[in-house]
């Protein structure tokens, strides 16, 4: 079975336009709990800018789904980590000036001190995924480092599409397989996302070691159109359909 982590950032940032309370990130995720989400995925970046520390307080009270907490490893983070042990820490790389996540972890670059990050929120009971691209460095370092999962980059893969760059398109779907089945052998668990469409997230769920999808972005669009709940129905017709379990 394929899950589908939904990732609610973007609720936020809509909220946050006007300062409003609303729209409540957190009603969204109730929504789309009811609407057959396996979970909730929430990146609480360091600048704030869209998920609050009070989203992540009220996620942890009134959710029924597991939460997948998405954040950088600094001293801030793991210690709000900690404090909520949710059932999932997925380590991102942050910059400030970016506008989404560039790029995966340099996990083989900063091997030690990814470990002792990784080794608290472990004991604490949450499961801990590092946000990486396929290089086979990365992966070897991830597993040696402690991590339980691996969530596979997949946005140059969505922006080669939208480009129409086509052939190296197709190159880095072939990194992503390699990545994914090399993850797979030494034992992580395996998870993919970032920039998933409808249109395109069919070769990504057909991978047989990818367990989880984590979507947010398109998704959070497509429920201003057709709301919240039909999009998420639809995005799962699309992935069983790639995994070849369409009923
Ligand atoms: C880590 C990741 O791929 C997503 O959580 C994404 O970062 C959503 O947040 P932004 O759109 O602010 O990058
Ligand atoms: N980790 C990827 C994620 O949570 C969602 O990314 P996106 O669909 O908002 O690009």
């Known amino acids: 079975m394929l899950r589908l982590g939904v990732n609610i950032d973007h609720v936020a940032t809509v909220r946050n336009a006007r300062g409003t309370p609303w729209p409540d990130p957190v009603e969204a995720a109730r929504v789309a709990e009811v609407a057959g989400a396996d979970g909730i995925t929430a990146h609480l970046r360091e600048d704030r800018r869209h998920i609050s520390d009070d989203d992540i307080a009220r996620l942890m009270e009134t959710l029924s789904a597991p ?20 059932h999932a820490v997925c380590i991102v790389p942050e910059k400030r ?29 949450s499961r801990v995924s590092l946000f990486i691209g396929h290089d086979p460095r990365q992966i070897e370092a991830a597993a ?25 398109q197709q190159a880095e779907l072939e990194g992503l ?29 057909a991978m047989p070691e990818v367990l989880e999808l984590n979507i947010g972005h398109f998704l ?28």
């Open 97 to 125: 000036e970016e506008r989404t996540t560039e790029g995966g972890l340099d996990v083989a670059g900063d091997a030690g001190r990814m470990a002792d990050f990784i080794a608290p929120l472990r004991e604490a009971g």
């Open 144 to 168: 040696k480092a402690g991590a339980a999962v691996v969530e596979l980059h997949t946005g140059a893969w969505c922006d080669l599409g939208i480009e129409g760059r086509l052939a190296e």
């Open 220 to 247: 959070i669009g497509e429920a201003i159109l057709r709301g919240l709940g039909p999009a998420i129905a639809e995005m799962r017709r699309c992935m069983d359909a790639a995994r070849g379990n369409a009923g």
């Open 67 to 86: 939460l997948n907490l998405e954040m950088a490893a600094t001293p801030e983070m793991q210690a709000i980590a900690l404090r909520h042990r949710p």
């Open 177 to 205: 397989r390699a990545g994914a089945s090399l993850a797979a052998a030494l034992g992580l668990e395996v998870h993919a996302g970032h920039g998933l469409t409808y249109q395109n997230v069919g070769p990504i769920a």
